[in-house]
Nanobody
Framework: QVQLVESGGGLVQAGGSLRLSCAAS????????MGWFRQAPGKERKFVAA????????YYADSVKGRFTISRDNAKNTVYLQMTSLKPEDTAVYYC????????????????WGQGTQVTVSS
């Protein structure tokens, strides 16, 4: 099992940047494929980005491609989401997620979820 704790959310103006972090417990972090999802008020949770266990592969939702970057540091058991050129429509609770399943990052199913961190982008 793995426990995930997100941090780094906050209030930022449109056009600004934020970096989210997700700290994972356990000694097998490097075995997990990791992802970020987000959920806006009144809407369903949506995929944002994913990264393979090695960091060698990444995948992004079209809505964030070119603006967000997912990365990981397996020595620190941490995955990051660097968000730039933020827009009001990026406002949501952002969730970190993990899985030991293998397969296509674009169709990955996740088993473990963090509690989320709020990102609010003002216009």
């Amino acid at each position: 099992q793995v426990q995930l704790v997100e941090s780094g959310g906050g209030l930022v103006q449109a056009g600004g940047s934020l970096r989210l972090s997700c700290a994972a417990s356990g000694r097998t972090f490097s075995s997990y494929n990791m992802g970020w999802f987000r959920q806006a008020p009144g809407k369903e949770r949506k995929f944002v980005a994913a990264i393979s266990w090695s960091g060698g592969s990444t995948y992004y939702a079209d809505s964030v491609k070119g603006r967000f970057t997912i990365s990981r540091d397996n020595a620190k058991n941490t995955v990051y989401l660097q968000m730039t050129s933020l827009k009001p429509e990026d406002t949501a609770v952002y969730y970190c997620t993990a899985t030991v399943r293998t397969g296509d990052l674009s169709r990955m199913a996740y088993d473990y979820w963090g509690q989320g961190t709020q990102v609010t982008v003002s216009s």
